[in-house]
Each structure stands twice: as structure tokens, then as C-alpha cells.
């Protein structure tokens, strides 16, 4: 069983810059790959960025150049840096583990087993 928490998010003037973070418990979490996910009102869910045991990261072309997904397995901590913040960035952001990737140059990861309760960003122009 894994638990996610996330925190960090909040309001941001554009070109400003967030941290997001994703605390997990459990055992074993750090054989999990980690991803966060974003969703806007009226929008689907988005995948924005991976990171699997390797420490390879793949990442959503729209993100590509300002967010950093990185991951301290002694912390149990998963983090989003976010730069350059733009409004269409405004969404709620969910961390999320899953239990099968494909462990290549840009990682894919699917069969989501845990998900955290969202932490809202918000972008103003």
C-alpha cells in the first residue's frame, strides 16, 4: 500500500515558478515509477512528466524545458519544479504511482495503482 500527498501548489503570477511535491509512504515506494498528472476545469487528465527507477524522465511536450520531475527515495519525496509558469499551466496537479513502465530514453508508464488528492496551481496572466 502506498500513500501520496501532495503539497506546494498555489498562485502564481506568469513566468513565476512553483515546487510541487509528493510525499509517499510505504515500503515500497521507490520501486514504483512516479508520475504527476494535471487536469483543468472542463479538460481531461494530462500526464505531464515520469520519472522511473532509473531516473529517467520523459515529459509532456507542452512541459518540456520548464518542469523538472525528480524524485529522493531517502525522503520519500517526489518533486515537480515548475518554471516559466504560463496560465494554461493552471490546473490540479496529482502525483501518482504506477506498476509497470517501459524503461527507455523517454519512459512511458502505465497501470496507475495509487493516486494523491490533488493540489490546485494557479497561473495568472
Known amino acids: 500500500q502506498v500513500q501520496l500527498v501532495e503539497s506546494g501548489g498555489g498562485s502564481v503570477q506568469a513566468g513565476g515558478s512553483l515546487r510541487l511535491s509528493c510525499a509517499a509512504s510505504g515500503a515500497t515506494w521507490s520501486s514504483y515509477c512516479m508520475s504527476w498528472f494535471r487536469q483543468a476545469p472542463g479538460k481531461e487528465r494530462e500526464g505531464v512528466a515520469n520519472i522511473v527507477t532509473s531516473g529517467r524522465t520523459s515529459y509532456a511536450d507542452s512541459v518540456k524545458g520548464r518542469f523538472t520531475i525528480s524524485r529522493d527515495n531517502a525522503k520519500n519525496t517526489l518533486y515537480l519544479q515548475m518554471n516559466s509558469l504560463k496560465p494554461e499551466d493552471t490546473a490540479m496537479y496529482y502525483c501518482?504511482?504506477?506498476?509497470?513502465?517501459?524503461?527507455?530514453?523517454?519512459?512511458?508508464?502505465?497501470?496507475?495503482?495509487?493516486w494523491g488528492q490533488g493540489t490546485q496551481v494557479t497561473v495568472s496572466s
Open positions: 501518482a504511482a504506477a506498476t509497470t513502465w517501459v524503461d527507455r530514453d523517454e519512459p512511458i508508464c502505465y497501470d496507475y495503482k495509487y
